[in-house]
């Protein structure tokens, strides 16, 4: 449709659509569509994970539209904020199904994240020129990592409550800023509307913000570099196909079987609300935090009171610092031009990948 919509030489002027005519004169849209058709995708046995960022993509968009749904009837104060999510499950039409939306596709989200980081870490698709890419992507990890953080204390029940503060005292543990920073997340010393205030401003504002800034870095600097082809792949192995309208088309049929396997979570296994927050009341028994910070909770659980004079949670958090800023820096210490570390890039990547199921899982059952 839209090559018809083209001026072209064969074509006498009048044919060209005004509307198009007029967008063109301004934003030069045919210096667009001639770009759009020049962009290939390389074709191979692991194409399939080039499909995880789309994804990522998708489920954002779903965020963004049922958050901005949840505002209209969500009160970020402690006498109401339970009620009126208690009013979205079971007295506003269709509430449920939106507010179950947004806990559901938060969760898909996530986990396409690691997908995605882990695909293209394995991939290797870190080393120059994407350097800035995978750093700009580990910002986006601690973005979206915090945005369920903050979320989960948002509807301000008992679980979400004692999970916040099992977070914010692992946050207080931190070496030189976590004391100030758990201070300042939590508005004081101790969880209250101040925290409930800042975590929703946090949700609703700040981390948006950050994340459209990075996501547009992300995007433009994929659409500069274009997509890599993993080196263990044979160059005559690799195939390219079109990126519009072939690789577009396979995009959105992907983006509508994750809609559907959305859709069927939201339907079947609707998001649940437990008892109302009480500050003064026992933690209770068994607290776990969200999956995604699952394999470090039960992690820094593992670690005795004290390793020598260091304290056990601060040892532990050390160790996960230290794990986190190895995978950040990737690209600066395995950049092809030594196998022994380019083996070394991928056994780290494999055990940081096994540990994490293992401790998820491990805690989960626990
Ligand atoms: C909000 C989260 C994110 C979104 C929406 C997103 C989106 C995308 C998209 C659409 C692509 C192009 C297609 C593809 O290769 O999948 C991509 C590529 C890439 N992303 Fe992300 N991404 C996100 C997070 C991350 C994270 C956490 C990392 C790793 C730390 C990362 C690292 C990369 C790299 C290295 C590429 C280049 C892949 C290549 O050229 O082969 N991204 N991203």
């Known amino acids: 449709m839209a090559t018809e919509l083209l001026p072209d030489n064969t ?61 209209v009837y969500y009160v970020p104060d402690l006498n109401s904020a339970h009620a009126s999510i208690l009013k979205l ?26 997908l995605h980081l882990f695909s293209t870490y394995f991939m290797k698709a870190y080393r120059k020129p994407r350097e800035i890419t995978w750093l700009v992507g580990m910002g986006l990890l601690v973005l979206v990592m915090g945005f369920g953080f903050t979320g989960y204390l948002l509807p301000w029940d008992q679980v979400s409550l004692f999970a916040t503060k099992i977070g914010l005292d692992i946050t207080a543990k931190v070496p030189v800023i976590g ?31 950050l994340l459209f800034g990075l996501l547009a870095i992300h995007l433009l600097l994929i659409q500069l570099q274009g997509i890599s082809t993993p080196k263990s792949i044979k160059v005559s192995d690799v195939k390219y196909e079109k990126f519009f ?9 992907v983006w509508i079987l994750s809609l559907n396997v959305l859709f069927v979570l939201v339907t079947f296994l609707p998001w649940g609300l437990g008892e109302e927050a009480d500050l003064y009341a026992p933690a209770p028994i068994g607290i776990k935090p969200e999956w995604y910070f699952l394999s470090m909770f039960q992690f820094l659980k593992l670690i005795p009171a004290y390793i020598g004079p260091i304290e056990g949670e601060l040892f532990g958090i050390i160790i996960i ?31 940081v990948l096994i540990s994490m199921i293992v401790f998820s899982v491990w805690g989960a059952l626990s």
Request: proline letters at 4%; a positive charge; charged letters at 15%.
């Open 11 to 71: 074509r006498p002027e009048k044919s060209v659509n005004p509307i198009f005519k007029w967008l063109n004169e301004r934003l030069d849209l045919v210096s667009i569509w001639h770009l759009a058709q020049k962009k290939e995708v390389p074709i191979h046995k692991h194409s399939i994970w080039y499909y995880m960022g789309g994804i990522c993509l998708m489920f954002l968009i779903v965020q963004i539209i049922t958050g901005i749904l949840l505002m």
């Open 179 to 209: 004391e100030q920073l758990a201070i300042v997340l939590r508005g004081g010393s101790v969880i209250s509307q101040n925290t409930l205030s800042r975590f929703f401003a946090i949700h609703v504002i700040l981390l948006p913000l």
């Open 89 to 114: 499950n079971t007295r506003i039409d269709f509430g449920w199904f939106v507010r179950s939306l947004h806990c559901w596709a938060a969760n898909l989200m996530i986990f396409v994240v690691f």
């Open 245 to 253: 309208p072939d690789f577009i088309f396979k995009d959105l049929l």
């Open 321 to 351: 610092s230290l794990i986190v800023l190895a995978l950040a820096l990737v690209p600066f210490w395995d950049k092809a031009e030594s196998p022994k570390l380019s083996k070394l890039a991928t056994y780290f990547g494999l055990i």
